[in-house]
């Protein structure tokens, strides 16, 4: 799911400047992901992930990551793919082999409807206790309800 607005199947408009774009797409997506750290390369399983807002560049994508992070509630605070990171919202521990929250920025080449990401960076992970994965990822603040029940949980 996605609240990117698609101008028609490979078409997409920057969140940024309104420009029309196809091919290279820079997005912010909110996802729960887990890290598998049983090969020599640390993998990540995404089960569901919801797009914030896509941009025509990177530039584009830097001039709105603050106000995106904001809307969410969600420090900006990089996190890596160690086995234990630290949570943007409490700084406890989130351990990463566990699904968690986690908000990403991307660089995907799109071909049709074939992606192929070029460039991946967590922008925050948020452990379960500051919210817990009883939402699917498109409700997690999207909904004045959804963000009543993330802030009973904390």
Known sequence: MSSIPKISDDEYECFTCGRIFTT???????????????????????????????YCSQACLVARRANVMANESVPIRPAGLEPIETCARCAGPVDMS????????????????????????????????????TLGCEEVVSTPEALALIVAST
Do not use: K, Q
Not at 37 to 50: D, H, M, Q, S
């Open 98 to 133: 566990e699904f968690h929250l986690a908000y990403v920025e991307s660089e995907t080449m799109m071909n049709g409807f074939v992606g192929i990401t070029l460039d991946c960076e967590y922008l925050a992970v948020v452990c379960n206790r500051c919210l817990p994965r």
């Open 24 to 54: 290279r797409v820079f997005e912010i997506t909110r996802e729960w992901d887990r890290v598998h750290y049983c090969t020599i390369l640390p993998e990540v399983e995404v089960e569901e992930a919801y797009g914030l807002e896509c």
